[in-house]
């Protein structure tokens, strides 16, 4: 009885330790979800959106565990697993960078943000830039993973160094 319970894929994919690990920073960012929604209305966006994607990759991964042998059900389960963290991880960014922002309006009124500008984004091209002032040429690597993280389009990117590498240029004469 205790075997046929083991090769359940069901039993197999909600008795993991990894599971368990992104259950609770899944409940941490639904908390975190929670308390900024009344500050923000583009943290219900974010948390939609969480939800659809979330409930894909969980139905995704249940699909995969049911359709493959019972060998192979542990590396799904962390392959899926680690889909789930990035998009955590991902989403719980997000959020720090709303909560900051709003952080850095109260404690500054007179200053306006201009919401169009996405900060993260610059915050990691002028980081990326000055670590590599001496050959400010992003590999393509690095623009994916700029782009990634920044959720910035890599045209974008390339425009960006493009300009500041004329910028700094200018400014340096």
Request: hydrophobic letters at 35%; aromatic letters at 10%.
């Amino acid at each position: 009885m205790a075997d046929e319970s083991y090769c359940n894929p069901v039993f197999s994919i909600v008795c993991s330790s990894s599971y368990d690990r992104v259950t609770q920073h899944a409940e941490r960012l639904e908390a975190r979800f929670q308390e900024l929604i009344s500050i923000n209305p583009e943290v219900e966006l974010l948390s939609e959106h969480y939800h659809k994607v979330t409930a894909q990759i969980e139905m995704d991964k249940l699909s995969a565990v049911i359709s493959s042998p019972v060998s192979h059900h542990s590396r799904l389960n962390n392959h899926f697993n680690q889909q789930r963290q990035q998009l955590i991880t991902y989403y719980t960014e997000r959020l720090a960078d709303i909560g900051n922002r709003k952080s850095y309006v109260d404690h500054n009124k007179d200053v306006v943000l201009n919401k169009d500008v996405n900060w993260k984004a610059l915050n990691l091209m002028m980081e990326w830039y000055d670590k590599h002032k001496d050959h400010p040429y992003p590999t393509n690597h690095d623009i994916g993973h700029i782009s990634i993280l920044g959720n910035i389009a890599v045209n974008d990117i390339d425009t960006w160094f493009h300009f500041e590498r004329i910028r700094r240029s200018i400014a340096n004469k």
